[in-house]
């Protein structure tokens, strides 16, 4: 029991000296144990002087072998391999806690400053506020743009797409011109980027108002990735500006007022190709450029037209082939219209735009045709060519301009019909203006007179019938011309013609020709659709009653 009751001992008194070795607070009492009280507490434990099942008493030389072994462990805890480690030594070799600081937070705002047509530079805007003006149809000429980082390694750099330069070579950066100024050259569009290690950390929104369009959608550079408002090959000014800097992931800012979600239009962005007899496929050309050939009596058998922004434009297209006439269908974007290995050539075409930018503006086109040359610009959906004369295509332009924007070009007619003489008529009426919302064309070839209601690029036909023009010795004078002087009649030789109103000169409009009596009641040549005037236009009676009583002098009359 003596060796039992040591073994205990020896136990406890190291529990107390690891337990000693712990720090001690000021507000904590300090544990006290002797070996007296151990002792004591293990005699105590153990009532009746009674083993612990399991530990037999032991004597003799064994016994006290033992003893001695436990006295030496005692002695010297170090040696004992059940020995405890004191948490003061155990936390002099643990590494000291890393402390994590948070990250600084940065908070960079984006001002920015436009130089106006007729204004000059106007005072500074910031975090989406409009630089620039709205309604007013100023240009925006150069910008100024300042990045005010609070720290972060973040910067900015902007180049701006500017009238008859183009794109700037090279970029500005934070509080550089951007643009010209005293050269009257408007900005068309704007690219912007966010540059530094913070650069994809926050989101750079910007957006443009733009002439005909008005207020683009937002423009987001980010990651590091440059972005574009604005638009190129449409010769529309930029009129204001609203640039925001937020953290990256944010909402962008409002839409309000927005006419448009594209960001950026290209309107050059168009291509197009041609099957040419002897040739083959040609390479595809740019907005505006020639397809085909001219001078070389090659026929035009196919065709293609194609865009890389077609999230924003499409196109809709037919043609009339020899033998086969207007095709049943139209051709969608990148398809072929005509034949290829047939020798068929094309006659006409009618081109359509569709998608968003269709909104904004229209689709233009011209053919060059045998035995004609190159004709007048049709648009949306008409009619370019030639119909019933067998006549070849040998060339065409395909160009986007804005509404109320033309292309200009030499003032012909687009189209021209054996079958429909009157559709290019209408095409033609478009690009001319008259004061007074009367507008009569005079077709020559095809002996019509068409009347329209309007106003340029909004015509409609009234009216129209056959006439009679002037003889090849005594043509009637092509050009333009302002209806003029109004008479109930006059006489020339035998004949009377009535209701005449005044072309130019002795060149008026008037009724078929009659006997010279008190009332138009005995024609004397009613012919019509003759060139067989002495320079007059000749139509029924009727007819020429109307234009006396409704068109009002100072009309525009195109003879052609």
């Not at 150069?142 to 090279?170: F, M, P, V």
Request: hydrophobic share 35%.
């Amino acid at each position: 029991m003596k060796r039992w009751k040591q073994f205990l001992v020896t136990g406890i008194l190291a529990v107390s000296m690891a337990v000693s070795a712990l720090p001690v607070f000021a507000d904590e009492p300090q544990p006290v144990s002797t070996e007296s009280q151990v002792q004591e507490a293990a005699i105590t434990d153990t009532p009746n002087d009674e083993e612990p099942s399991g530990i037999q008493g032991e004597t003799g030389q064994d016994g006290q072998q033992e003893e001695a072994q436990q006295d030496t462990e005692q002695t010297n805890p170090s040696l004992s391999p059940n020995a405890l480690i004191s948490p003061a030594a155990a936390s002099s070799e643990a590494p000291a806690p890393t402390v994590t600081e948070a990250p600084k937070e940065y908070h960079p705002t984006v001002s920015y400053e436009t130089h106006v047509q007729n204004i000059g530079w106007q005072g500074a805007q910031s975090n989406g506020a409009t630089a620039g003006t709205t309604g007013r149809s100023l240009r925006l000429e150069a910008i100024k743009i300042n990045l005010n980082n609070d720290g972060a390694d973040l910067g900015i750099q902007y180049r701006t797409h500017i009238q008859n330069i183009g794109w700037e070579s090279g970029w500005h950066r934070s509080g550089e011109i951007s643009g010209t100024t005293g050269r009257s050259l408007r900005l068309e569009a704007v690219q912007m980027q966010l540059t530094g290690s913070a650069a994809s950390d926050y989101d750079l929104y910007f957006r443009v108002h733009a002439q005909n369009i008005g207020w683009m959608g937002w423009a987001k550079a980010s990651g590091g990735n440059a972005a574009t408002a604005g638009t190129s090959g449409a010769s529309l000014r930029l009129e204001a500006i609203q640039i925001a800097i937020v953290k990256a992931g944010s909402a962008a800012p409002s839409a309000d007022g927005q006419a448009t979600s594209a960001s950026f239009f290209p309107a050059d962005d168009i291509s197009y190709q041609t099957h040419v007899q002897n040739i083959g496929w040609q390479n595809p050309v740019g907005s505006k450029a020639v397809a085909g050939t001219s001078g070389r009596s090659l026929r035009l058998e196919a065709i293609s037209i194609n865009t890389n922004s077609p999230s924003l434009m499409g196109f809709q297209y037919r043609t009339h082939i020899q033998n086969i006439g207007w095709e049943s269908g139209w051709h969608n974007t990148g398809e072929v219209s005509g034949t290829t290995g047939q020798s068929l050539r094309l006659e006409a075409i009618q081109i359509k735009l569709t998608g968003e930018m269709s909104r904004f503006f229209d689709v233009y086109y011209r053919t060059h045709v045998q035995n004609i040359g190159w004709m007048g610009w049709a648009k949306n959906g008409e009619s370019a060519g030639s119909e019933g004369y067998s006549y070849r295509m040998e060339a065409i332009q395909v160009v986007l301009c804005a509404k109320g924007q033309t292309p200009g070009g030499n003032g012909t007619a687009a189209f021209q019909s054996r079958k429909n003489p009157l559709a290019s008529m209408d095409a033609k009426a478009q690009e001319e203006s008259s004061r007074t919302g009367y507008l009569i064309l005079i077709d020559k070839s095809s002996h019509y007179l068409a009347l329209y209601r309007g106003s340029k690029g909004n015509w409609r036909q009234d009216r129209s019938w056959k006439v009679d023009v002037g003889a090849p010795g005594t043509p009637t004078p092509s050009g333009k011309f302002h209806l003029g002087t109004k008479i109930p009649y006059f006489d020339s030789g035998t004949c009377r013609c009535w209701y005449a109103s005044q072309v130019t000169g002795s060149i008026y409009l008037h009724s078929v020709l009659y006997f010279q009596t008190g009332s138009p009641s005995r024609i004397m040549d009613g012919r019509l659709g003759m060139s067989i005037s002495h320079g007059c236009i000749r139509m029924e009676l009727s007819n020429a009653k109307w234009i006396w009583d409704n068109v009002p002098a100072g009309t525009t009359i195109v003879v052609y």
